[in-house]
């Protein structure tokens, strides 16, 4: 088994936290702008996380049909990818539309409390994914 796939895709679980991170936004905007409602923003941060993780889990189950080596490490290794990802895209919409009402430390300090939302949702649903693809598999097996 080569080092790939003994551990969790950083690339895979980039592209999903990303795409569903834009997903949410517009579904968001467009909610907001389509139907006059405001939705809470607190799952906005966590709903990617929660997503790549899942997917990611229920992938590396799948390939390699054992428990995760070291799901702490790897949760932290997904929540540094998760930070990065949004550190893009806060200066993207900064550059776009810049707030000046909240500054540089505004978000450091919430990007460093989403970093331990995003490690400890990281750690449970990529648990969360293996356990499925294993029960899944299971129930295949009849």
């Known amino acids: 088994m080569s080092p790939e796939e003994e ?3 950083l690339t895979r679980y980039a592209l999903w936290f990303a795409g569903t ?13 389509g139907f006059g409602i405001r939705l809470g923003s607190a799952f906005v941060p966590i709903l990617p996380a929660m997503v790549a993780a899942m ?27 998760a930070l990065a990802i949004n550190f893009f895209l806060v200066a993207a919409t900064l550059a776009a539309a810049p707030m000046a009402a909240v500054g540089i430390s505004g978000i450091a300090i919430l990007m460093a409390v989403y970093f331990v939302f995003w490690f400890i949702t990281n750690r449970v649903f990529l648990a969360m994914g293996a356990r499925n693809e294993w029960a899944a598999q299971d129930r295949k097996k009849g």
């Open 21 to 33: 991170s834009l997903i949410v936004v517009a579904i968001v905007i467009g909610v907001q702008v």
């Open 55 to 81: 997917v990611e889990g229920s992938r590396y189950a799948k390939s390699t049909r054992t428990p995760l080596k070291s799901p702490w490490m790897d949760a932290l290794r997904l929540s540094a990818i």
């Open 7 to 9: 551990s969790v895709s």
